[in-house]
């Protein structure tokens, strides 16, 4: 098992900046590509970025391209979610998962945390 809690939400503005955290326990995190979704009320869940266990292969949705940096501290067993230039459309429940499978999709994400919430007012 592998347990991450993320961390960092919040209420901000339209233009602003956040930096999500999501620390991790249990199994080896280093095991693990790490990647950020995010869930809007009444819609499915979607890919935001991920990236690998060396930190070498980072990809991100279309939307949060130029805006959103993804990292990761294998030392502190933590992936980070840089957040700039944020727009009300960001605003969503951000979770970090640890992907079990081949690719990016809530499908083969073998552990959630329970999400962050994130609100960008205009």
């Known amino acids: 098992q592998v347990q991450l809690v993320e961390s960092g939400g919040g209420l901000v503005q339209a233009g602003d900046s956040l930096r999500l955290s999501c620390a991790a326990s249990g199994r080896t995190f280093t095991n693990y590509p790490m990647g950020w979704f995010r869930q809007v009320p009444g819609k499915e869940r979607e890919f935001v970025a991920g990236i690998s266990v060396s930190g070498s292969f980072i990809s991100y949705a279309d939307s949060v391209k130029g805006r959103f940096t993804i990292s990761r501290d294998n030392a502190k067993n933590t992936v980070y979610l840089q957040m700039n230039s944020l727009k009300p459309e960001d605003t969503a429940v951000y979770y970090c998962?640890?992907?079990?499978?081949?690719?990016?999709?809530?499908?083969?994400?073998?552990?959630w945390g329970k999400g962050t919430l994130v609100t960008v007012s205009s």
């Open positions: 998962a640890a992907r079990g499978g081949a690719f990016y999709r809530v499908s083969d994400m073998a552990y």
